[in-house]
């Protein structure tokens, strides 16, 4: 009798839910295979490419990625599809290098930025395994097979899984579980050289800007004095850079106020507008085609500097340019305002001026004023200020700033969203009834108005109060001091703020899910409020109670490869999944015995 051999075949079939669509998510930044990277499919399917999609870089066990791409847009719409534009967060004004700002009127905005921020642009989101898995592939989604770095072959597909995209919908956050939050997941608190051949047809973020002296027929370069060195002396050489809205300041020293009063250009408001502005840099080619220049318009009068007696008159002390772009079209309008002052001639007389430049979108129409920048949009970017409501006030959350003597200042230090911090100042306590005195204590910590709503986006609109959630406040106990001649006054402020990530995990948003105060106070005789000072803290602490959505599962690993034994299969079974390669030998040996016998009856 001859038996037949039995052969195992195994077929993997990738399966995808139908009508599933794929999950944009963004990727880091990896090199892309070249079209000969990219070999042919096994039998059965082709290597298929989708409009805004990119090749991935695998990764073993979860999303693998490649650099983002811009998707098309539809026609008539030059900006790219994206539901939010999270680097949008100047209203009015082309933010550098957010390719989906609208304000930047750039059908291709790679041209103008040299590259484009994460979330500005659509990107891909693929799953890959070793192609050696994969007999025949019946995924609806572009797939891919390429050559990774090990020279190891990958077949990648989209993936669309709500789960491993988006992070875990947040817990509510209020009064009673706020602390357990806090317990949970609280960690430790505490330019461009100027070329003059060949001019780019349209100015470069980050260009400097060209002027033109018809006077003398010279072209220069807008300029943005800065202070050097320790003493901050001004530095006229520093050029201001296209888009770069900044802001300045230096100091200058005079030996000859008298002499220099009336022939320093730097004191002089008709040196700063004395000139025009090249829309683009292309103008200096034709410099008597005045369509690619803009004279320089004066906001208000500005008087000359004049030496009257022992005082010089009239002395520019700060500068403000508003410039209006318009994409490549360039330079749309200058416009210059100016701050002057009075200098007392004296040996060694000394000046501090500001410049400030600022690029916003250029408008046809005028306009109502715009709001102040974002901190993001929507989620909260690293760094930016934390936003307050009062009433109907949108302002920024502070903490305490010292003067040079310690005492408590006027200004304050703003609060920076995820950044911990701690300040303090030297508050002198004055000869008033309690109350007036815990009353001043209290607003010098929290600063005035008081906040009373943070906002939970950076983008939050004071008219909308879906916006804002309420900040939980806990002031001292008073009859836990135990003093019946005492007042009790508010010393320190701790501004605890819980914050997590939202939305997809290749494009999250941080936002703030509750704020709270709270106080610590001390006890003071009457009799200690004449000349006693007291030291003021405020702390403020960001705490991450962000619950990452659920791991993979079911997922392939890179690593997995196809069995080459008979007995395999029946490994995997008897040892109920475990690692194939630590199989159990009884199991086999049971197997054989078991082959043997039936062998053994059929030879009798």
Known sequence: MCASPLVLLQVFFLMAPEGARPQPSSSPSGAVPTPSELGPGSQGWTPQSSEGTETPWAVSGSSTVGPPVVTPSAPGNPFPVLPMCVCDLTPGTCDINCCCDKDCYLLHPRTVFSFCLPGSVRSSSW??????????????????VFMDPNGIRQFCVHVNNSKLNYFQELQKVNASNFQALVTEFEGKSFTSAFQTQSPPPFYRAGDPILTYFSRWSVISLLRQPAGVGAGGLCAESNPAGFLESKSTTCARFFKDLANSCTLDPALNAASYYNFTVLKVPRGMTDLQDMKFQVPVTLVSKAGSPLLAGNTCQNVVSQVIYEIETNGTFGIQKVSVSFEQTNLTVNPGTSLQQHFIIRFRAFRHSTAASLPGPRSGNPGYIVGKPLLALTGDLSHTMTLLQSQGDGACSIKRHEVQFGVNAMSGCKFRLKKVDCSHLQQEMYQTLHGRPRPEYVAIFGNADAAQKGDWTSILSRNCSVSAMHCTSCCVIPVSLEIQVLWAYIGLQSNPQAHVSRARFLYQCQSKQDSQQVT???????????????????SPRGQHRVDWKLPFDFFFPFKVAFSKGVDSQKGSVSPILVLCLSLLGVLSLETK
């Open 127 to 144: 799953v890959c395994v070793d192609n050696s898995l994969i007999f025949r592939s019946n995924s609806p989604f572009p797939s891919r």
């Open 532 to 550: 006693e000072e007291v030291s003021l803290t405020t702390i403020v602490t960001f705490v991450d109670i962000t619950q990452k959505p659920e």
